[in-house]
Nanobody, 115 residues
Framework: VQLVESGGGLVQPGGSLRLSCAAS????????MSWYRQAPGKERELVAG????????NYADSVKGRFTISGDNTKNTVYLEMNSLKPEDTAVYYC?????????WGQGTQVTVSS
């Protein structure tokens, strides 16, 4: 199993970014996927999750209405569209899947929201 995140960067408050996570090594369409983030000095937290069919999505209260998780089974990729970004969204963002009872993580992508 391999997860590779991309799309992070430096953005001003109020700006937008789209993160991508390319997955391989498992049947992508059959597994729920999640995005987590970890800010300096803080624990890793769940940001958003999407069911295997894409019909169910859940979000942390702090990002509801601003972030959207989606998946593309033809590309084995899950996305996180982030709008109206705030300085408190600054963190390393990780893609996650639970496969064969084991949690897999990508290497993470840094998102920095600052003027």
């Amino acid at each position: 199993v391999q997860l590779v995140e991309s799309g992070g960067g430096l953005v001003q408050p109020g700006g937008s970014l789209r993160l991508s996570c390319a997955a391989s090594g498992f049947t992508f369409s059959r597994y729920p996927m999640s995005w987590y983030r970890q800010a300096p000095g803080k624990e890793r937290e769940l940001v958003a999750g999407i069911s295997s069919g894409g019909g169910n999505r859940n979000y942390a209260d702090s990002v509801k209405g601003r972030f959207t998780i989606s998946g593309d089974n033809t590309k084995n990729t899950v996305y996180l569209e982030m709008n109206s970004l705030k300085p408190e969204d600054t963190a390393v963002y990780y893609c996650n899947v639970i496969y064969a009872l084991y949690q897999y993580w990508g290497q993470g992508t840094q998102v920095t929201v600052s003027s």
